[in-house]
Each structure stands twice: as structure tokens, then as C-alpha cells.
T-cell receptor, first 113, second 112 residues
Framework: KQEVTQIPAALSVPEGENLVLNCSFT??????LQWFRQDPGKGLTSLLL?????REQTSGRLNASLDKSSGRSTLYIAASQPGDSATYLCATHEGGGADGLTFGKGTHLIIQP | DAGVTQSPTHLIKTRGQQVTLRCSPISGHKSVSWYQQVLGQGPQFIFQ???????GRGNFPDRFSARQFPNYSSELNVNALLLGDSALYLC???????????FGQGTRLTVV
């Protein structure tokens, strides 16, 4: 059974810093990996989707990388802003739809003004 | 275009009651999935439906059931509610069963 772990559980940094969030998974036979953002009490906003054949995806100040062989993904946020404060979740999909997405517990990020 | 819409946004029920949650997917999306998120945890997969057929089921008791309608909207039903069913219930839609998932704002269910 797939297990997804996110480190750190919480992170607080000053505005303007570049930062990296980590995601690891136990079963490397994934179909894709997705990063989401969640604001308190709200739904999930999809940030980036990386297919298993891809190494990275970029959207604005966000860059996500995937290393299937080592079971790791990172989300890089450049020039952080207070509006980036949220919980960031990664999730893997093993394909076939039978098990849906497997999520980590998330990294709670606070950007200090 | 409208995103994934869920109703109601908040709900309070008493133990033992039954509840129905509703989800409308993004136009053109044929797959709908349901997730349960308790405080401090990542979402847990409950069901996936694609083209009106159940494609996957997570590790939830038979009190949980769902269906998808011809217009691809979906309902999640929970019978005999327990206090532990209190959670944020999230619906996601996608073009296919393994494509990028887009989530609604969720339904906050409180069981008292």
C-alpha cells in the first residue's frame, strides 16, 4: 500500500525567501504526482501535475520535480510572499482509479511579512 | 467556467441520522471522486466514479455509498452517522480516471 510522507510538517520563513517542500512515497510505480494548496477550511487548489515520464513541471514561481526511482518529489517556491501561506499537499496516483489519490499530511507554510 | 461545486457547504447532523452530499463536476469531466479529510490529516479516498460506474472504493464501511447520474453529477450518502464521521468531505472531478484532479470547496459535516 502506498504511503506518502511530507517533510517538514510546518515551516515558517520570512517573505522573499526561496524554499523547498519535500514529498516521499514508498511505491515508485506511480502514474502521476500532483501538488495542491489548501487554505484553512477550504478545498484543494491544484498547483502542478507531473506525469510519471516527466522530471519536472513549472508554473510561475512554482517548480515541482519528480524522481520516481528514489520515491521523491520536491516543490520549489521562489521569492515567497505572505499570500503563499497555506498547507501544501502532495498526492500520488497509482493508475486505474481503484485507489484514487494517496495524500501526505501536508506541510503547513507560513510566510512572515 | 464554473469549477467543481458542492452542496451544502456546512451541515450538522445527529448520531444515527443519514446524510446526502452533492457534487457537480466541471463541465466535460466524466470522473468524480470523493474524499474525507479529518482535521490535521490529508484527504482519504472514499469512491471514484467514471462514466456512471464505480471504478474504485477506499477502505470505508458499507455505511458509505455513492452514485453518479447521467449528467455526471454525484451524491455521497452516509448512513447511521457516527461522531467520527465529522470531517470535510471533498469532491474532485477530472477528464479521465487518472487525469489532473480539480477539487470543490468541500462540505463540512459535523455529527453531534
Amino acid at each position: 500500500k502506498q504511503e506518502v510522507t511530507q517533510i517538514p510538517a510546518a515551516l515558517s520563513v520570512p517573505e522573499g525567501e526561496n524554499l523547498v517542500l519535500n514529498c516521499s512515497f514508498t511505491d515508485s510505480a506511480i502514474y502521476n504526482l500532483q501538488w495542491f494548496r489548501q487554505d484553512p477550511g477550504k478545498g484543494l487548489t491544484s498547483l502542478l501535475l507531473i506525469q510519471s515520464s516527466q522530471r519536472e513541471q513549472t508554473s510561475g514561481r512554482l517548480n515541482a520535480s519528480l524522481d520516481k526511482s528514489s520515491g521523491r518529489s520536491t516543490l520549489y517556491i521562489a521569492a515567497s510572499q505572505p499570500g503563499d501561506s497555506a498547507t501544501y499537499l502532495c498526492a500520488t496516483h497509482e493508475g486505474g482509479g481503484a485507489d484514487g489519490l494517496t495524500f501526505g499530511k501536508g506541510t503547513h507554510l507560513i510566510i512572515q511579512p | 467556467d464554473a469549477g467543481v461545486t458542492q452542496s451544502p457547504t456546512h451541515l450538522i447532523k445527529t448520531r444515527g441520522q443519514q446524510v446526502t452530499l452533492r457534487c457537480s463536476p466541471i463541465s466535460g469531466h466524466k470522473s468524480v471522486s470523493w474524499y474525507q479529510q479529518v482535521l490535521g490529516q490529508g484527504p482519504q479516498f472514499i469512491f471514484q466514479y467514471y462514466e456512471k460506474e464505480e471504478r474504485g472504493r477506499g477502505n470505508f464501511p458499507d455505511r458509505f455509498s455513492a452514485r453518479q447520474f447521467p449528467n455526471y453529477s454525484s451524491e455521497l450518502n452516509v448512513n447511521a452517522l457516527l461522531l467520527g464521521d465529522s470531517a470535510l468531505y471533498l469532491c474532485a472531478s477530472s477528464h479521465g480516471d487518472v487525469r489532473q484532479a480539480f477539487f470543490g470547496q468541500g462540505t463540512r459535516l459535523t455529527v453531534v
